[in-house]
């Protein structure tokens, strides 16, 4: 776990409730378990009180990329508050934005968000589009973002759901983030109810990140250098002997 919160690394700023805690990752029967809980924890990075705990996983500082294509298959947690994630972060921390938000789920809006953060740290823009319609909470899907120079598009079970084609997709190297978080009332979410089940699951079967070989350098062939002519042996004189003949 590393993840350079505004806060600190268990806590990223105020849209949160949840605090990082590394016994909600769970590896359970092949599959990755981030977990949620509604009990007390008592941070230090930073200090202080927060009421839930929350799984994360990043990439950072141990892979990162630029272009490819990268997938998961999941099955996420419902509820108002719950704010599960898969997103992509650059680097360079000091270099935000641009962030992926390959498949964000908004529990309280049952909505999953697909969106590119792009522009300055003052002046942030959002490409966004959301998702109603697909059932992310009780079945299995695969989530993906095939990322290439000036162009972006998210899939859904090999489906294109949205297509960014645009100068300010990003061209820096970026790392993978999987979080199961608790939205504050500031958040997307909003604050849990006396619904939200507690402790909940974001569920991961695979994570898998493709990128294409290198473009072969083409070399000009050479042609091959001509063969010597060989040496012809100098010509034998012919030398023909006729038999006299008398003169008359």
Not at 232 to 239: D, G, V
């Amino acid at each position: 776990m590393d993840f350079p919160g505004t806060h600190g690394p268990r806590y990223h700023n105020e849209f949160y409730l949840s605090y990082t805690l590394d016994e909600d990752v769970v590896l359970s029967d092949g599959t990755l378990h981030l977990r949620t809980e509604h009990k007390v924890v008592s941070g230090s990075e930073p200090m202080g009180l927060f009421d839930y705990s929350q799984g994360l996983v990043t990439t950072r500082d141990k892979f990162n990329f630029t272009y490819g294509y990268v997938e998961i298959r999941a099955k996420y947690p419902g509820g108002k508050g719950l704010w599960p994630c898969f997103w992509l972060m650059p680097q360079d921390e000091n270099s935000w934005p641009p962030e992926f938000d390959i498949a964000e789920y908004y529990g309280g809006q049952h909505k999953m968000h697909h969106g590119l953060a792009y522009g300055t740290m003052r002046e942030t823009l959002w490409d966004s589009s959301g998702d109603t319609e697909t059932d992310f909470v009780n079945d299995w899907h695969t989530i993906g973002l095939e990322w290439t120079a000036g162009r972006a598009v998210w899939y859904v079970d090999g489906v294109a759901r949205k297509t960014v084609t645009a100068d300010y997709v990003p061209n820096v190297p970026m790392y993978v983030l999987l979080s199961n978080s608790i939205s504050s009332r500031l958040g997307p979410s909003g604050e849990p109810d006396e619904k939200t089940v507690f402790p909940n699951d974001f569920q991961i079967d695979y994570i898998r990140i493709y990128q294409a070989p290198p473009p072969t350098q083409l070399v000009k062939a050479e042609p091959p250098p001509a063969a010597k002519p060989q040496a012809l042996e100098p010509a034998k004189p012919i030398i023909a002997i006729l038999p006299a003949s008398p003169l008359p």
